[in-house]
């Protein structure tokens, strides 16, 4: 071969990877004494020895970079971005469900507690409304029992600012339903006093605050009715408390 045709194998020479038959031939050269061979090789180990001792590390010419992996039978190749692309596709994707559903979970707990604390403002502003009147100096309690149409058990406390009853035995209220209270004027209708639920086991409160004349009243009366009240109780009564 000729000097020519050897002279892009130099470099790959000085670097000990030069394939065959190119090493051959320029050891061949280079012991006959091929003065091109031996300028060429010259230069070839003055490239490869600032690549190997330059700081910072000198990067190779591409072409340089191309006959070197060739030499070793490595083909560079293009990175396939496809596997990428879709595993972060995928990840976006689950990202975007898990804090949807982290979002709609938290929305979920803090409606929950909205309510339970909504639940809890009622529940203290009764008692304390229900304190006020079992306080109060002109209280009456007024005992009552079960009677035909409810096995129902309790006691109604009534002062001049309203009335608390509590009960027992006082099954939950059909769906669309609800207890209704009245205060029984001695004379003419009964009163609405508000509408109440009883838990499921069977207990109930309900605090009725408003102007009662004692006077003037009979007694408490609870009814079962629509679950929006009505304005004349229905029959049959289910708790009747007579003021003494």
């Known amino acids: ?46 490239i490869v020895s600032l690549l190997g001792g330059s700081a910072p590390p000198s990067a190779p010419s591409p072409k340089l970079r191309r006959r070197i992996l060739a030499s070793v039978g490595f083909e560079p190749k293009r990175f396939d971005w496809t596997p990428f692309l879709v595993f972060v596709t995928a990840l976006s994707v689950f990202a975007a469900v898990y804090f949807s559903t982290r979002e709609n979970q938290a929305y979920q707990i803090a409606n929950s507690l909205r309510e339970q604390l909504g639940r809890q403002n009622v529940e203290v502003t009764q008692l304390s409304e229900a304190f006020s009147i079992l306080n109060g100096p002109d209280t009456r309690s007024i005992p009552f029992s079960g009677g035909p149409n409810s096995p129902s058990a309790g006691r109604v406390f009534v002062n001049p600012q309203g009335v608390v009853l509590f009960a027992s035995n006082l099954r939950p209220a059909p769906k669309g339903k609800a207890y209704e209270m009245w205060v029984l004027p001695k004379h003419g209708k009964p009163v609405p006093a508000g509408v109440f639920q009883s838990k499921e086991d069977g207990t109930a409160r309900h605090v009725q605050r408003g102007s ?14 629509d679950e929006a009240g009505a304005q004349e109780p229905t029959m049959p009564i289910l708790i009747q408390a007579g003021l003494q």
């Open 1 to 46: 071969m000729s000097c020519e045709e050897l002279s892009e194998h130099y470099e790959l020479y000085a670097l000990g990877v030069a394939g065959e038959p190119e090493r051959s031939e320029i050891r061949d050269h280079l012991h006959r004494g091929c003065e091109d061979c031996m300028a060429g090789m010259k230069r070839a180990r003055s």
């Open 212 to 225: 009662v004349d004692l006077s003037a009243t009979a007694g408490v009366a609870v009814t079962l009715e």
